[in-house]
């Protein structure tokens, strides 16, 4: 079994930065894909970025140049360093690892918002 554990999540003002961290333990046994989505009220979820076991990474259009996805192999954790946030980005943010099955996080809410 794996967890995971977001941390990071807030309000923040239309503008504003936010960094979430996801922490993976359990049953982990290389270096897996990780990332983040999203969902907000009455929509479906939605990928945000994915980096692969060789650092590659993959964005939302709508987050391209905005946000920045990385980890950190030694602690088996993945950032989301968020910046310009919109009040669009408004979400519950979930953590996501693949290792033979997909693992999610409980979630944590960013809300952008004057």
């Known amino acids: 079994q794996v967890q995971l554990v977001e941390s990071g999540g807030g309000l923040v003002q239309p503008g504003e930065s936010l960094r979430l961290s996801c922490a993976a333990s359990?049953?982990?046994?290389?270096?897996?894909?990780m990332g983040w989505y999203r969902q907000a009220p009455g929509k479906q979820r939605e990928l945000v970025a994915t980096i692969t076991s060789r650092d590659w990474t993959n964005y939302a259009d709508s987050v391209k140049g905005r946000f920045t996805i990385s980890r950190d192999n030694a602690k088996n954790t993945v950032h989301l360093q968020m910046t310009s946030l919109k009040p669009e980005d408004t979400a519950v943010y979930y953590c996501?690892?693949?290792?033979?099955?997909?693992?999610w996080g409980q979630g944590t809410q960013v809300t952008v918002s004057s």
């Open positions: 996501w690892l693949l290792s033979g099955s997909a693992y």
């Open positions: 359990g049953s982990i046994f290389s270096i897996v894909p």
